[in-house]
C-alpha cells in the first residue's frame, strides 16, 4: 500500500510540474506576443521593439533566470517562419528624439543601406557612420539613398 501511494505522489508531482512549466511557457509566450505585437502583425524586423528578458519578467512576475530558461531552446512557428524565442530580444538605443529603438532595426536599416548601395563604389564605414550619427533612426533611413 505504501509502495503505491509513493507511486500516485510522484506522478502527481510530474503532472502537476508538466502543468507549471506549460503555464510558464504560455504566460510568456503572452507577454513576447503582446510587447512585440506589431511585429506579429506585420512580420517586419523593423517593428521589432528593444525588449530584454528584465521586461517580460517585470510583466510576467516571473524571475529573469525563468525568463531566460523559457527563452532558451524554445522556437515559435509564426507566418514569417519558425523562429528562436531569443530572436525576439534585444538592446535598443535611443535617438536624438528619444525613442528606443531595437539595435536590429538599425542592423536591418544598415543592411538595407549596404544592400543598395553602387556594387562598384560600395560605401566607406565612415561615410555610413557620418551619415547615421546624431540622426534618428528614420533620418539614417532617409540618408541610404543619398550615400550610394
Not at 524554445?74 to 529603438?101: A, M, N, R, W
Request: aromatic share 8%.
Amino acid at each position: 500500500m505504501n509502495f503505491v501511494k509513493q507511486k500516485l505522489d510522484s506522478a502527481r508531482w510530474f503532472i502537476d510540474a508538466i502543468r507549471q512549466r506549460q503555464n510558464t511557457l504560455l504566460v510568456t509566450m503572452h507577454a513576447i506576443l503582446a510587447f512585440q505585437k506589431e511585429y506579429f502583425v506585420e512580420g517586419d524586423e523593423k517593428k521589432l521593439r528593444p525588449m530584454i528578458l528584465k521586461d517580460i519578467a517585470d510583466v510576467t512576475g516571473l524571475d529573469i533566470s525563468t525568463i531566460s530558461r523559457v527563452a532558451n531552446s524554445k522556437y515559435i512557428q509564426t507566418h514569417f517562419g519558425i523562429l528562436p524565442l531569443k530572436f525576439f530580444f534585444s538592446e535598443g538605443l535611443q535617438t536624438d528624439s528619444g525613442e528606443e529603438v531595437s539595435t536590429r532595426e538599425i542592423k536591418k536599416i544598415l543592411e538595407e543601406c549596404v544592400e543598395n548601395e553602387n556594387k562598384r563604389k560600395p560605401v566607406t564605414d565612415e561615410k555610413i557612420n557620418k551619415n547615421t550619427s546624431g540622426k534618428g533612426i528614420s533620418d539614417s533611413q532617409k540618408n541610404c539613398g543619398e550615400i550610394s
